[in-house]
């Protein structure tokens, strides 16, 4: 029988785990609950919840909604999904996640100080339409540019401002090096600042798992294709051990990668729950088994 471990840091992150207690508690009551969003970027655990009772809806449904109970997600929203709740008098359980909410307040901030005369460029690292991103440019009211990738930094204007921000789910590695363009390349004349706003509950993670994938024949990886995290993460499995799969579920285990595995390690995302991971270790015992 091979030897099958499940990484102890893969899981859900304190963000994602006090929205998902949130929606439980607040399911429990027995009242309808909304949630603004997939509540986590990870189709088995929100059909999960939405067998408890949680509906999922589009921000378009959000605005036809009133006197009802909306969750937010730990991904944060922009002011007009706050100014939309008001106006049609919903109920907002916001369950922001606290570093999300830190860096909104952050952006904001720099938003508003600036004179409207200064043509300062605020920038965020993230994902152009993830959903966090989303809710930190709609603090500069859409003004912010987004750069997705270090190729991407090119299109800035270096002889203007720069305040440089990040998704808190970016690659950390991936921020310096854009950091460091931004210094060769800025006019003597603009200044640039920059604010790593990177969660370290992300960014430790990839050295961690780096380490658990090396010390395994074969790694799954489980982790829904939506989340941003995941992608980072599973790239870094990869890394280090070309035997590396993705799957979604317990069902898309290959058993003929068993075959030749003494050793398998399962891992995820910060989307990923543990119980996922769990269903995963018994379907591969099970294969294992025949």
Avoid at 68 to 85: F, I, M, N, S, W
Avoid at 182 to 190: N, V
Avoid at 194 to 217: E, L, S, W
Avoid at 233 to 258: A, K, T
């Amino acid at each position: 029988m091979s030897n099958i471990e499940i990484d102890e840091g893969s899981g859900f992150c304190f963000g994602v785990t006090t929205a998902i207690r949130k929606a439980e508690e607040e399911l429990a009551k027995g009242e309808t609950l909304y949630c603004l969003g997939d509540i986590v970027h990870n189709g088995q655990e929100c059909e999960r919840l939405r067998e408890m009772g949680l509906i999922t809806i589009t921000h378009k449904e959000f605005a036809e909604l009133k006197n009802v109970k909306v969750l937010l997600r730990a991904h944060g929203e922009p002011p007009e999904t706050y100014e939309t709740a008001r106006r049609n008098h919903i109920e907002i359980i916001d369950a922001t996640c606290p570093v999300v909410l830190r860096l909104q307040k952050r952006i904001k901030q720099e938003y508003d100080t600036t004179p409207p005369e200064k043509d300062k460029q605020i920038v965020i690292f993230g994902k152009n339409g993830h959903a966090e991103v989303l809710g930190l440019v709609g603090q500069t009211k859409g003004k912010a540019i987004v750069i997705e990738s270090v190729k991407e930094v090119e299109k800035l204007d270096f002889s203007k401002d720069i305040r440089l921000y990040s998704q808190t789910t970016k690659s950390l590695d991936e921020f310096r090096q854009i950091v460091a363009y931004i210094e060769a390349h800025i006019s003597p004349e603009a200044t640039f600042e920059y604010f790593d706003t990177i969660c370290r509950q992300v960014a430790n993670r990839m050295p961690n798992i780096r380490k658990f994938a090396a010390g395994h024949d074969l790694i799954f990886f489980v982790c829904g294709h939506k989340s941003s995290n995941g992608k980072i993460l599973f790239h870094e499995c990869q890394s280090v051990n070309p035997n590396s799969h993705q799957i979604d579920r317990p069902e898309d285990i290959d058993r003929h990668l068993l075959e030749k595995a003494e050793s398998i390690g399962i891992c995820g995302a910060t989307s990923t729950p543990k119980w996922l991971m769990e269903a995963c270790k018994e379907k591969i015992m099970e294969e294992l088994v025949e």
